[in-house]
């Protein structure tokens, strides 16, 4: 099976902007999650879809939102960006029906860099 | 509250000694699993191994090998014969069954330089 894909690798936005990330899962899985990886505050969870519908939430503005489309990919857009965004953005799939259980597949990542 | 706690930030070793990376875990949960993901430069992180709060047998997957104490709330990897293929950014993580959907709480990762 294939692994999970993002797109782009890489970017590069102006604060004030907004950007859009893309996440397809392994085939079959239907979670999607999200995390933001930067070196002061480590991997930190942003956001769930299972299903077309957000699951669980992490502790980011609201400027943070996401999608998940009736095949399961999942895109994440961030709107006025601030340099503070500028980070690795993880995408993880699973099964999705254990839930807290389930084991997480990661993607490559997409690194955004806010000038 | 979940907590993972890794506090070797970063190891130095030469190649073919042995190693162990440090976690532990804090939760109030008594059905949880435990996980252990690799990154290497490239960032992706790598799946190592899942174990369930209930499955306190240790396990050895070739050079590696994983040593769960519930009583001391520790999940220690240990890297035999270390080679420089390993050097990477090991992550500990917990997931609580509870939870409602995914939530995995990271520890904030020790970094494994394996020197030839």
């Known amino acids: 099976k294939a692994g999970v894909t993002q797109t782009p690798r890489y970017l590069i936005k102006t604060r004030g902007q907004q950007v859009t990330l893309s996440c397809s899962p392994i085939?079959?899985?239907?979670?999607v999650s999200w995390y933001q990886q930067t070196p002061g505050q480590g991997l930190q969870f942003l956001f769930e879809y299972f299903s077309e519908t957000q699951r669980n939430k992490g502790n980011f503005p609201g400027r943070f939102s996401g999608r998940q489309f009736s095949n399961s990919r999942s895109e994440m857009n961030v709107s006025t960006l601030e340099l503070g965004d500028s980070a690795l953005y993880l995408c993880a799939s699973s099964p999705g029906q254990g839930a807290g259980t389930d084991t997480q597949y990661f993607g490559p990542g997409t690194r955004l860099t806010v000038l | 509250a979940q907590k993972v706690t890794q506090a070797q930030t970063e190891i130095s070793v030469v190649e073919k000694e042995d190693v162990t990376l440090d976690c532990v875990y804090e939760?109030?949960?008594?059905?949880?699993?435990l996980f252990w993901y690799k990154q290497p430069p490239s960032g992706e992180l790598v799946f190592l191994i899942r174990r369930n709060s209930f499955d306190e047998q240790n396990e050895i997957s070739g050079r590696y090998s994983w040593n769960f104490q519930k009583s001391t709330s520790s999940f220690n990897f240990t890297i035999t014969a270390s080679q420089v293929v390993d050097s990477a950014v090991y992550f500990c993580?917990?997931?609580?069954?509870?939870?409602?959907?995914?939530?995995?709480?990271f520890g904030p990762g020790t970094r494994l330089s394996v020197l030839p």
């Open positions: 939760t109030r949960d008594t059905t949880y699993y």
């Open positions: 993580a917990l997931s609580e069954a509870s939870n409602y959907g995914q939530n995995f709480v």
């Open positions: 085939s079959g899985h239907r979670s």
